[in-house]
C-alpha cells in the first residue's frame, strides 16, 4: 500500500546524517530535536503550539484529559473511523455518541452532530477521513453556539487545508480547540517508529497538555495532576524533521497519483472515485473507491495480480465488540453501514510510478467489469 524503502532511498543521506547526529549526542529523550520539530511544526501548521507525543492515540487521549471530560460525558465522534479515535473515549470512561457520515466526503455529517448534542456534549471529535478535511465551518460555528470543545483527529489529512466561505484557508489540525496526529510510518508525515502530537493556540491548555504527557508534572518530581508518560523521542523528531520540510512535495505526488487514478477510472459506471469538497485540499492519505460489484471479490482477484488493497473500514466502531455498551443496535447509521460494504482502497503513496499506476487502473478496470457481467 506504500513504498516506504523506495522513499526512505531518496532521502537516505540526510536521514542517515541527521540519525547519527542524535546517536553522537546521546541525548535520546528531550533532545533539541523535539523542541526544533515542534517549533517547525507549529510554524508549518499555523497553530502556536505544538506538543509531540509517543502516537497518536495517545494525543488524541490526552487531549481528551485536559480537557477535565468526566466519566459519563458525552463526546461525539464518526463511527466510521479508525477505532483509536473512539476507544480513546471509552477508556477514559466517557460515552461515545456515533453520527453517520457523509456518503461523498465519508467525514462526519455537521447535520447528524447538530441532533446528537446533549446537555451532557463536553467535547466533538470530527475526523479528517482519507485525507479529506471535514466541512469545518458549519462545525466550528456549531460548536462555538454550544460551547463545545472541538478535538480534530487529524492523524489522517495532515497537510491538508480547509477553505473558510471568506477565502480565508487553515490547515488540517489548526482549527480546532485542540488537534490531534499520529506519525506511524505509513501517515503522510511519518517517522520511522511511532510518535504524535497535539496541537493548539490555547496557551493554558498547551501547559495542561504538556504536564498530561509529562507524568501530570511542570517542575520535575511535582506532580499536580494525573497524567501519562508519552514521549517523542529524538531519533524520530529528526526524522520528522526532514521529512516535515517534504511534506507538501509528498501530498503533491499523493494528488497526484489520485489525478491518474481518477483519469483511469472515470468512465468506469461501476466505480465512484473519491469525491474532493471544494473547501478541502484533499492530501490523499487513502485513495478509497466504492465499487459497485462484490467487493471482497475485487480486492481477491487483485492480489491474484500482486497488487495490493485495504479495506478501511470493515467493520466501523459502533459495530465492534469492544463497544458493544455504547452502540450496536440502537444506532441507525445507514451511510456508515453501506460503506462497510462498498469501500476499496488502491496503492497510494509518494513515489508511485506511471507504470505502476497504469498497471494497478488497468487491472482493476479489468477486474471491474468482468465482475459486473
Ligand atoms: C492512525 C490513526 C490514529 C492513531 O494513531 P497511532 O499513532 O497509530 O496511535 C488515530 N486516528 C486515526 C484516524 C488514525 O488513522
Given at each position: 500500500?506504500?513504498?516506504?524503502?523506495?522513499?526512505?532511498?531518496?532521502?537516505?543521506?540526510?536521514?542517515?546524517?541527521?540519525?547519527?547526529?542524535?546517536?553522537?549526542?546521546?541525548?535520546?529523550?528531550?533532545?533539541?530535536?523535539?523542541?526544533?520539530?515542534?517549533?517547525?511544526?507549529?510554524?508549518?501548521?499555523?497553530?502556536?503550539?505544538?506538543?509531540?507525543?509517543?502516537?497518536?492515540?495517545?494525543?488524541?487521549?490526552?487531549?481528551?484529559?485536559?480537557?477535565?471530560?468526566?466519566?459519563?460525558?458525552?463526546?461525539?465522534?464518526?463511527?466510521?473511523?479508525?477505532?483509536?479515535?473512539?476507544?480513546?473515549?471509552?477508556?477514559?470512561?466517557?460515552?461515545?455518541?456515533?453520527?453517520?457520515?457523509?456518503?461523498?466526503?465519508?467525514?462526519?455529517?455537521?447535520?447528524?452532530?447538530?441532533?446528537?448534542?446533549?446537555?451532557?456534549?463536553?467535547?466533538?471529535?470530527?475526523?479528517?477521513?482519507?485525507?479529506?478535511?471535514?466541512?469545518?465551518?458549519?462545525?466550528?460555528?456549531?460548536?462555538?453556539?454550544?460551547n463545545i470543545p472541538?478535538?480534530?483527529?487529524?492523524?489522517?489529512?495532515?497537510?491538508?487545508?480547509?477553505?473558510?466561505?471568506?477565502?480565508?484557508?487553515?490547515?488540517?489540525?489548526?482549527?480546532?480547540?485542540?488537534?490531534?496526529?499520529?506519525?506511524?510510518?505509513?501517515?503522510?508525515?511519518?517517522?520511522?517508529?511511532?510518535?504524535?502530537?497535539?496541537?493548539?493556540?490555547?496557551?493554558?491548555?498547551?501547559?495542561?497538555?504538556?504536564?498530561?504527557?509529562?507524568?501530570?508534572?511542570?517542575?520535575?518530581?511535582?506532580?499536580?495532576?494525573?497524567?501519562?508518560?508519552?514521549?517523542?523521542?529524538?531519533?524520530?523528531?529528526?526524522?520528522?524533521?526532514?521529512?516535515?520540510?517534504?511534506?507538501?512535495?509528498?501530498?503533491?505526488?499523493?494528488?497526484?497519483?489520485?489525478?491518474?487514478?481518477?483519469?483511469?477510472?472515470?468512465?468506469?459506471?461501476?466505480?465512484?472515485?473519491?469525491?474532493?469538497?471544494?473547501?478541502?485540499?484533499?492530501?490523499?492519505?487513502q485513495y478509497t473507491?466504492?465499487?459497485?460489484?462484490?467487493?471482497?471479490?475485487?480486492?481477491?482477484?487483485?492480489?491474484?495480480?500482486?497488487?495490493?488493497?485495504?479495506?478501511?473500514?470493515?467493520?466501523?466502531?459502533?459495530?465492534?465488540?469492544?463497544?458493544?455498551?455504547?452502540?450496536?443496535?440502537?444506532?441507525?447509521?445507514?451511510?456508515?453501514?453501506?460503506?462497510?460494504?462498498?469501500?476499496?482502497?488502491?496503492?497510494?503513496?509518494?513515489?508511485?510510478?506511471?507504470?505502476?499506476?497504469?498497471?494497478i487502473s488497468d487491472?482493476?478496470?479489468?477486474?471491474?467489469?468482468?465482475?459486473?457481467?
Amino acid at each position: 500500500m506504500v513504498d516506504l524503502k523506495r522513499q526512505y532511498q531518496n532521502i537516505k543521506t540526510e536521514v542517515d546524517e541527521a540519525i547519527l547526529n542524535v546517536l553522537s549526542s546521546t541525548a535520546f529523550i528531550n533532545g533539541p530535536e523535539v523542541k526544533s520539530f515542534a517549533t517547525e511544526l507549529a510554524s508549518y501548521l499555523g497553530v502556536k503550539h505544538v506538543i509531540p507525543c509517543a502516537n497518536g492515540t495517545d494525543a488524541l487521549q490526552i487531549a481528551l484529559m485536559a480537557l477535565g471530560l468526566q466519566p459519563g460525558d458525552e463526546v461525539i465522534t464518526p463511527s466510521f473511523t479508525y477505532i483509536a479515535t473512539v476507544e480513546v473515549v471509552a477508556l477514559l470512561r466517557l460515552k461515545p455518541v456515533f453520527v453517520d457520515v457523509d456518503a461523498d466526503t465519508f467525514t462526519m455529517n455537521i447535520e447528524s452532530v447538530k441532533k446528537a448534542i446533549t446537555d451532557k456534549t463536553k467535547a466533538i471529535i470530527p475526523v479528517h477521513l482519507y485525507g479529506q478535511c471535514v466541512d469545518m465551518e458549519p462545525l466550528l460555528a456549531l460548536a462555538k453556539e454550544k460551547n463545545i470543545p472541538i478535538i480534530e483527529d487529524n492523524a489522517q489529512a495532515i497537510g491538508g487545508t480547509y477553505t473558510f466561505a471568506d477565502g480565508t484557508k487553515k490547515k488540517t489540525g489548526a482549527m480546532g480547540t485542540i488537534g490531534c496526529t499520529s506519525f506511524f510510518p505509513s501517515k503522510n508525515l511519518g517517522c520511522y517508529g511511532d510518535g504524535g502530537a497535539m496541537f493548539t493556540n490555547d496557551d493554558a491548555l498547551a501547559e495542561k497538555l504538556s504536564m498530561i504527557a509529562n507524568h501530570g508534572q511542570k517542575v520535575r518530581y511535582y506532580h499536580e495532576m494525573v497524567g501519562c508518560n508519552s514521549r517523542l523521542d529524538s531519533i524520530q523528531a529528526a526524522v520528522l524533521r526532514i521529512k516535515l520540510r517534504k511534506l507538501d512535495e509528498y501530498c503533491d505526488a499523493r494528488r497526484a497519483a489520485a489525478d491518474y487514478y481518477d483519469l483511469a477510472f472515470k468512465n468506469n459506471s461501476n466505480i465512484i472515485t473519491p469525491y474532493r469538497a471544494p473547501y478541502s485540499w484533499h492530501v490523499f492519505h487513502q485513495y478509497t473507491l466504492q465499487v459497485k460489484v462484490n467487493r471482497d471479490k475485487v480486492q481477491e482477484m487483485l492480489a491474484e495480480k500482486g497488487i495490493p488493497s485495504m479495506i478501511y473500514y470493515p467493520v466501523s466502531s459502533h459495530k465492534q465488540e469492544m463497544l458493544k455498551d455504547f452502540g450496536g443496535a440502537s444506532y441507525d447509521l445507514p451511510t456508515t453501514d453501506f460503506l462497510n460494504t462498498c469501500v476499496i482502497s488502491l496503492p497510494i503513496h509518494t513515489e508511485l510510478t506511471q507504470e505502476e499506476l497504469k498497471y494497478i487502473s488497468d487491472n482493476v478496470n479489468q477486474i471491474i467489469d468482468q465482475l459486473s457481467k
